[in-house]
């Protein structure tokens, strides 16, 4: 099992950045996925961003050039680095982890882009 803890989000406005971090309750290099997703109201949830135990890592066509997902093992953390905030950017961000093919989820933190 595997606990996910977000923290990191709040209001910004256009242009600005957010760093979100996920701390997890167990070594993050024994977990195959992490990533984060967001979820806008009236939206489907959507991937943002993800990063395998290997280090290769995926992003929404959206986001490219603009986040940057990493991780610190030391502290088993995830985290989230989001640059050029637009307004669009908005919504609920939660932190996934692919744990011995069960999905795991945050409480997710809401991240607020005004214009």
């Known amino acids: 099992q595997v606990q996910l803890v977000e923290s990191g989000g709040g209001l910004v406005q256009a242009g600005g950045s957010l760093r979100l971090s996920c701390a997890a309750s167990?070594?993050?290099?024994?977990?195959?996925?992490m990533g984060w997703y967001r979820q806008a109201p009236g939206k489907q949830r959507e991937l943002v961003a993800a990063?395998?135990?290997?280090?290769?890592?995926n992003y929404a066509d959206s986001v490219k050039g603009r986040f940057t997902i990493s991780r610190d093992n030391a502290k088993n953390t995830v985290y989230l680095q989001m640059n050029s905030l637009k307004p669009e950017d908005t919504a609920v961000y939660y932190c996934?982890?692919?744990?011995?093919?069960?999905?795991?989820w945050g409480q997710g933190t809401q991240v607020t882009v005004s214009s």
């Open positions: 990063m395998t135990g290997g280090g290769t890592t």
């Open positions: 996934h982890a692919d744990y011995i093919g069960l999905a795991y």
């Open positions: 167990r070594r993050i290099f024994s977990i195959n996925t």
